[in-house]
């Protein structure tokens, strides 16, 4: 007997419909009226910070499509279509690493594959992943196919440095951005996943946690999934500073005290704590700011 595999967090809850994906309304209510509306465009570009979820928006637009029931805004996510784009076993849905296929002759290969017509589905959806790292020449071999593709397909390029795109792929596509998540909105669904994994989490750990993420929704689910094998199902402020080398409240406010107070021998031991304890010391100033904001918006 094989145990069942562990899913972890990030892939156990990654979003399978629109209304399923996090704080990017601005982004999945206009690809819903799209499909609705049957105007679908060629191309698009997903642009924004890591882990706010472009890939996963690129999937469900071509389950979208694709479905059975479809193009429809909600994806029945059970017929061969559906099945096949979540498992990454479409064929007629094709993710491309950018990074790893920079050059032209790339770019010349799938220009050659896309005059195939869809296997099962009603088109085949290229999903070009951090699109930024192709080549000036591959771009330009790009060109001609994103301004007049066949009909059976669309391009959706996704990227987190979108000033490294060329003009001529911007006015091309049509460009949604997506935002970084606020540190109270990312607590609120880790709250929620806590609360369905049965984890006992403090809010203070919950918050740390999401500073931590800086925005990415993917990040703090890594970062939940990592703290929960540490710490088991009961975790605190404390299990997360420890875990992950951050520093806890307790430690910023004896800081600050310190530092106003211009106790300089103090400081001087709080650091050398801080440095014993191998705490990164980007993270520890990240931290300090912070806290320093908060403090100056109470007083104020």
């Known amino acids: 007997m094989y145990a069942m595999a562990y899913v972890v967090f990030a892939r156990k809850y990654r979003p399978q419909t629109f209304e399923d994906v996090f704080a990017q309304d601005h982004v999945t209510v206009t690809l819903r009226h799209a499909v609705v509306n049957g105007r679908i465009g060629s191309g698009y570009l997903f642009c924004g910070p890591r882990g706010t979820g472009k890939t996963t928006v690129a999937r469900i637009l071509a389950k979208a499509v694709n479905c059975a029931e479809g193009p429809t805004d909600k994806p029945c996510g059970v017929c061969p279509s559906c099945v096949e784009i979540t498992s990454g076993t479409s064929l ?22 896309i005059r195939y017509l869809p296997t099962g589905g009603k088109k085949r959806i290229y999903i070009v992943d951090e699109v930024h790292r192709l080549s000036g020449s591959a771009f330009d071999a790009l060109l001609k196919t994103l301004e007049e593709p066949p009909p059976h397909v ?20 049509q460009r949604y ?8 909105d990312l607590s609120s669904h880790l709250r929620k996943i806590a609360d369905a994994e049965k984890l006992q989490i403090d809010d203070p750990a919950l918050q740390l946690l999401a ?25 605190t402020e404390q299990d997360v500073a420890s875990s992950l080398g951050l520093v806890d409240r307790p430690f910023l406010m004896q800081y600050t005290a310190a530092v106003a107070a211009q106790d300089r021998k103090k400081v001087l031991q709080l650091s050398r704590a801080l440095f014993e304890t191998g705490i990164d010391v980007e993270d520890f100033a990240n931290e300090l ?12």
Not at 158 to 167: F, H, K, M, Q, S
Not at 217 to 230: G, K, M, P, T
């Open 177 to 184: 951005d997506f935002r970084r998540v606020s540190v109270d």
């Open 211 to 235: 500073r931590k993420a800086d925005g990415s929704v993917r990040d703090s689910l890594s970062l939940l999934d990592q703290i929960a094998a540490y710490a088991g199902e009961s975790i």
């Open 289 to 300: 700011l912070d806290h320093l904001r908060t403090l100056l918006i109470i007083r104020s």
């Open 92 to 113: 007629d849905v094709l993710e491309i690493d950018a990074a790893s296929n920079t050059g032209v002759d790339d770019i010349r290969q799938l220009r050659e594959n």
């Open 154 to 173: 669309i391009f959706v390029f996704a990227t987190t440095e979108p000033l490294r795109v060329p003009e001529t792929i911007l006015s091309r596509t």
